[in-house]
Nanobody, 111 residues
Framework: EVQLVESGGGLAQPGGSLRLSCAAS????????MSWVRQAPGKELEWVST???????SYATSVKGRFTISRDNAKNTLYLQLNSLQTEDTAMYYC?????RGQGTQVTVSS
């Protein structure tokens, strides 16, 4: 059974940082592209970033230069480093593999 379990969310001040983790199990993690998506209250689901099995990365314009996606295949874990946080980054963050999404971790940016 595919499982994706996010953690690391919380409350941060504008300009602050958080590091999200996604522990993956039940599939061959290293061969899959993995993504982060987010959903703010009252808004549509928004793609944030993707990392391929080979380590190539891509980002939404709104987070490029502030967020960094990475993976540790030995630990079956996906990461998202969030820097220079803005109030607009407040959302539930989910990790995704094609066809599967975790339960999410809440990020709230507020002073």
């Amino acid at each position: 059974e595919v499982q994706l379990v996010e953690s690391g969310g919380g409350l941060a001040q504008p300009g602050g940082s958080l590091r999200l983790s996604c522990a993956a199990s039940g599939f061959a993690f290293s061969i899959y592209a993995m993504s982060w998506v987010r959903q703010a209250p009252g808004k549509e689901l928004e793609w944030v970033s993707t990392i391929t099995s080979g380590g190539l990365t891509s980002y939404a314009t709104s987070v490029k230069g502030r967020f960094t996606i990475s993976r540790d295949n030995a630990k079956n874990t996906l990461y998202l480093q969030l820097n220079s946080l803005q109030t607009e980054d407040t959302a539930m963050y989910y990790c995704e593999r094609i066809g599967n999404r975790g339960q999410g971790t809440q990020v709230t940016v507020s002073s």
